[in-house]
């Protein structure tokens, strides 16, 4: 028997009673609390990984990011098509959406993975791995695990994204959080007690990715009710639509990739390899601000996707206020409290690895300062990509992304270095999001044509204000 239309099923039958309640905390588990595990791991890569270890992890960051890249450009697609679908109350788009982006993803980082496998050696060579660096060998193993990571961290992404759709399967979430945060953790700590390695502690969280996803898949199979897998109702235009809408936020990671080539390369001429240690710090210890604001968006996307799907205009301007309003004030009160906390987490978290280590904690400490001093304005950047993403505003999403992550950063790397020296490589931070803030609102005025007169005006209307000319309940 047929199932019911789309729109005519109560919330209950898709799980859309508790949207609400039960936001922050899955949001919780699905990014703060692995953000506090990868939190804990750095930890022991800071104590006990040598210099040479942490350059390596340094100079292949960008390896890192670009196979970061697939790991979340189709999840975050398919997060704006299933939350609208979602309010739409469209089995037959769920089930679709789902199978398409399940199947086509998978195939395509495979692939991906085996390319950047057969190709590691020339690609840590351009990376700048060369005689005089000597990093050759341990960056291609590096590489290796970043390529084979690929593949369970993207059926991760995916899967926690379709299991947060509805009551029945959110369960899973903190089954596949748990299963993965305590088999990274204690293999961790199995490593150190038998002799800290960069290869075994990459084999410890590599092997906690692969358990986590199998778990999930299982999971999934038993209790999830509206997205089903069916190979006949594999859409590629469907896998193409939910890519080109996650495109944006999979960019981000290869206009970050293209900034760290740049600037470490620029790094390593102009100043020296051992800066490249501070990058690496930043990048373990900056979890914490990082993670809340990526909780908040991953938050603000599902509730304005499902709204916008309803098309309650009201909602929608509640919902963008609300927005607006908690998630300032909180990123302004977490970037207060990393300035005072970075300082003493650099002391206790970064080990005596070499003869340069007071330079490199005394850099690191300027670096996470200014970072923190940056964080109110990514969170108004990141407000804004939501609002991007849902309304498949890909132009603004991809030009807001560039901007930060990539050509005022580089900009800003360069020019402040040059009048601040190595100082001015961290000032970059704080300045290209403040600039990046400043072209949002622009394009803001530029779209409605107009001031902002009132919170909708936040979610781009357009100059008639209406949302969506197609849906005459918008209007």
């Known amino acids: 028997m047929r199932e019911a239309a789309a729109g005519t099923e109560p919330k209950e039958a898709f799980g859309l009673h508790s949207i609400a309640g039960s936001l922050l905390y899955l949001v919780f588990l699905i990014q703060v609390v692995p953000g506090i595990v990868g939190f804990v791991t750095d930890f022991f890569h800071l104590q006990f990984l040598s210099e040479q270890d942490l350059s390596v992890l340094s100079l292949t960051n960008s390896i890192d990011t670009i196979t970061t890249i697939l790991t979340v450009l189709f999840p975050l697609g398919a997060q704006v098509v299933l939350s609208k679908a979602l309010g739409r109350r469209d089995r037959d788009e769920l089930s679709r959406s789902y199978t398409s982006v399940i199947l086509g993803q998978t195939v395509l980082v495979a692939i991906l993975a085996a390319a950047i496998i057969a190709f590691r050696y020339p690609i840590v060579a351009l990376l700048g791995a060369d005689e005089s660096v000597g990093l050759l060998d341990s960056g291609a193993m590096v590489v290796v695990f970043f390529a084979l990571g690929m593949i369970p961290c993207s059926l991760k992404n995916l899967l926690y994204i379709t299991l947060y759709l509805e009551d029945a399967s959110r369960r899973g979430i903190l089954y596949g959080i748990v299963t993965g945060s305590a088999i990274n953790i204690l293999g961790y700590l199995y490593v150190t007690a038998v002799g800290p390695s960069l290869f075994r502690y990459l084999l410890a969280g590599f092997l906690s990715d692969v358990f986590a996803a199998v778990l999930l898949i299982l999971y999934k199979r038993r209790k999830s009710r509206i997205c089903r897998f069916d190979l006949s109702l594999f859409s590629m235009k469907s896998f193409l639509h939910i890519g080109n809408l996650g495109l944006p936020a999979g960019a981000e990671y290869l206009y970050v990739a293209i900034y760290e080539f740049v600037v ?212």
């Open 264 to 475: 470490i390369r620029y790094t390593i001429h102009t100043f020296s390899s051992t800066y490249l240690a501070v990058f690496e710090i930043e990048d373990d210890l900056n979890v914490i601000a990082e993670s809340f604001v990526m909780a908040m968006c991953l938050i603000l996307v599902y509730r304005l996707g499902v709204v916008y799907g309803e098309g309650n205009r009201e909602r929608i301007r509640n919902e963008i206020r609300n927005a607006w309003i908690i998630c300032m004030a909180l990123s302004v009160a977490v970037a207060v409290l990393c300035f005072f906390v970075y300082p003493r987490m650099v002391e206790l978290f970064v080990g005596d690895n070499g003869p340069n280590t007071a330079l490199i904690k005394r850099n690191a400490v300027i670096d996470l300062c200014l970072v923190s001093l940056g964080t109110p304005f990514y969170a108004a950047n990141n407000i804004f990509t939501s609002v991007y993403e849902v309304r498949e505003l890909v132009k603004h999403a991809h030009l807001n992304y560039l901007l930060e992550t990539c050509v005022l950063f580089i900009l800003f790397s360069m020019v402040l270095s040059r009048f601040m020296g190595v100082t001015g490589l961290w000032a970059a931070y704080p300045a290209a999001e403040a600039s990046t803030l400043a072209v949002n609102f622009l394009l803001m005025i530029l779209y409605n044509r107009r001031l902002p007169s009132g919170w909708m005006d936040f979610m781009f209307p357009g100059p008639d204000g209406s949302l969506k000319k197609e849906n005459s309940a918008m209007a």
